[in-house]
């Protein structure tokens, strides 16, 4: 398996992709989110005064626009493989499929986590430094701020392996885009006008929505709890990856 990783590694760095959509993502999420604080500090009454959510909501801002950019990478992690017909070549070089996909898995996933906490850090102090213009800002030693934050990296870095679960399982790079904007963004949006009790379940444990709660300082009410709604994003993830497991095994590559 380390040898396995070692040489997941040398591909994932070694992709011009890699760069260009960590890059994206990294500046969607900080100059939005800079942006954004500076339209409110220009926006606000100098006697306004704001609260801690207000000021990380502010901050996280571009959060699915990261979220899209990290996921959009783990689709290429594997589909540009099956692209190029390189996965001919990496499965005769591991033949355990399995070894193969979650070695690609475990490096990737830890990239991403890394990308993911100093986007999220980063943005959420530079929106700071901007909103303390006018004391808008927030301290994050303030109750809940750092679970949000870091909440942040984690949900940005578990978008990353949701889109490459979902390029295991399609296996086609538009395709499996696609199907991850429809799923994290799209229909999460569709779900919340579903009526009644079971309207509401499905809803806050719907991709996304649940996820996204572990990214508020005051989660959605009636909402999941901050980690229990990780949680779940966390298993429609294994779930699809699963299901990639399973047809990787049965397809020809």
């Known amino acids: 398996m380390i040898d396995v990783m070692r040489s997941e590694w040398t591909k994932l760095r070694s ?4 760069v260009w959509t960590l890059i994206a993502g990294f500046v ?21 005064t704001g609260t801690a959510a ?29 692209r190029t017909g390189m996965i001919r070549t990496s499965l005769q070089a591991v033949p355990q499929r ?6 690609k898995a475990v490096v990737f996933t830890i ?24 004391d808008l800002d927030t301290s994050i030693t ?15 870095a578990a978008s990353g392996l949701f889109g490459l679960a979902l390029g295991s399982l399609i296996r086609h790079t538009p395709g499996a885009i696609v199907a991850v904007i429809t799923l994290t ?15 509401d379940i499905v809803s806050d444990h719907f991709t996304s929505n649940a996820g996204l709660q572990l990214t508020m300082v005051e989660p959605r009410v009636g909402g999941l709890p901050p ?4 949680a779940v994003y966390l298993i429609w993830t294994a779930v699809i990856l699963a299901a990639g497991t399973a047809l990787l095994h049965r397809r020809d590559a």
Do not use: C, H
Request: neutral net charge; without cysteine; charged residues 5%.
């Open 227 to 230: 980690w229990t709604g990780f």
């Open 98 to 103: 399995l070894t193969l996909l979650y070695g």
């Open 185 to 199: 963004l799209v229909l999460p949006q569709l779900t919340t006008v579903l009526p009644g009790k079971l309207g």
């Open 142 to 156: 303030a109750p809940e701020v750092l679970r949000a934050v870091t909440g942040a990296g984690l949900y940005l």
């Open 15 to 18: 992709l011009r992709s890699t």
């Open 111 to 134: 990239a991403a986590l890394v990308v993911g906490l100093v986007t999220a850090y980063t943005a959420f102090f530079v929106s700071q430094g901007v909103l303390s213009i006018k």
């Open 28 to 48: 969607m999420m900080v100059g939005i989110g800079g942006l954004i604080s500076w339209a409110a500090v220009s926006n606000t009454p100098a006697d306004a």
């Open 54 to 82: 207000q000021a990380v909501m502010t901050a996280l801002v571009a959060l699915p626009f990261g979220a899209i950019a990290m996921a959009t990478l783990g689709v290429l992690v594997i589909s540009g493989e099956y």
